[in-house]
């Protein structure tokens, strides 16, 4: 599958202010909210259909959709390792603001709490600081 969408938009803002739903819809990727028991998020690309779990907190619910674009914008038509990795990094560059990061980390370099107060899980910060 061909990518639809490779890098950063200038119209799509980073860190606090991404906004994945808006990111979806801007792609033309319907979101829907339904149980799942295994996953956080599902892409279906055949559909073009982004399917989150329902009940999830906002920030997992914001860090799962922007996950989920990441595997749509790179035209991933499966969720092998590598391309998991690919979508975490995706979702890290957008939902993490090297500038917020940077002001956050001199008053608080614990990890656990950069994580809250950026509002993503420990696997995209990870995948953040790795590239």
């Given amino acids: 599958m061909t990518p639809i969408w490779r890098s950063p938009s200038p119209s799509f ?5 991404y906004d994945p739903w808006e990111h979806a819809d801007a792609l033309g990727i319907a979101v829907l909210i339904r149980p799942l ?30 996950h989920g674009v990441g595997h749509a914008a790179l035209g991933h038509a ?15 560059r957008n939902l993490i603001d090297p500038d917020e990061l940077a002001d956050l980390h001199r008053w608080c370099p614990d990890e656990g709490r950069l994580i809250q107060e950026l509002g993503v899980t420990r696997r995209i910060l990870r995948a953040y600081l790795a590239e």
């Fill in 13 to 17: 803002r980073r860190g606090s202010a």
């Fill in 37 to 66: 028991r295994s996953v956080h998020e599902l892409w279906l690309p055949d559909h073009h259909t982004l399917v989150l779990r329902s009940g999830l907190r906002h920030a997992s619910q914001r860090v799962a959709l922007a």
């Fill in 78 to 92: 499966d969720d092998r390792p590598k391309h998991e990795k690919q979508a975490d990094q995706f979702a890290a």
